[in-house]
């Protein structure tokens, strides 16, 4: 059964970031790999879909900064990008991370 990424579901990186509660999801992006585009404005590609998380550090929860996680295929986890990948900690930061399929949809969700 497959999963979709919800706002208040906590994720970790594969390079050892987070855990982070998720707060803001842009879903259905195809914006270029912003690497390409700063080298290359006028000819920059399209990329595969993907989402954009907006999350806060849940280890330091009165820290005002937010955390960005881009580019991420949803249904992979994988970044369109790169070698990058979330995990989902089900249960919250202090769970044992999982790996799970998810479902691409074509909205935006928001906390607030």
Same mark, same amino acid.
């Given at each position: 059964?497959?999963?979709?990424?919800?706002?208040?579901?906590?994720?970790?990186? !594969?390079?050892?970031?987070?855990?982070?509660?998720? %707060?803001? &999801?842009?879903?259905? /992006?195809?914006?270029? #790999?912003?690497?390409?585009?700063?080298? !290359?404005?006028?000819?920059?590609?399209?990329?595969? %879909?993907? &989402?954009?998380?907006? /999350?806060?550090?849940? #280890?330091?929860?009165?820290?005002?900064?937010?955390?960005?996680?881009?580019?991420?295929?949803?249904?992979?986890?994988?970044?369109?990008?790169?070698?990058?990948?979330?995990?989902?900690?089900?249960?919250?930061?202090?769970?044992?991370?999982?790996?799970?399929?998810?479902?691409?949809?074509?909205?935006?969700?928001?906390?607030?």
């Amino acid at each position: 059964m497959a999963t979709r990424l919800e706002v208040g579901m906590v994720v970790k990186t !594969n390079y050892d970031t987070g855990p982070y509660q998720i %707060r803001r &999801i842009i879903r259905n /992006c195809d914006c270029p #790999n912003p690497i390409e585009e700063i080298n !290359n404005p006028s000819g920059a590609r399209k990329s595969k %879909r993907h &989402i954009h998380l907006t /999350c806060r550090h849940v #280890n330091n929860p009165n820290k005002r900064d937010y955390a960005y996680l881009n580019g991420f295929d949803e249904k992979t986890l994988k970044s369109v990008w790169g070698n990058d990948r979330l995990i989902l900690c089900e249960g919250g930061a202090t769970a044992d991370p999982i790996q799970l399929t998810m479902e691409l949809d074509c909205e935006q969700d928001d906390d607030g």
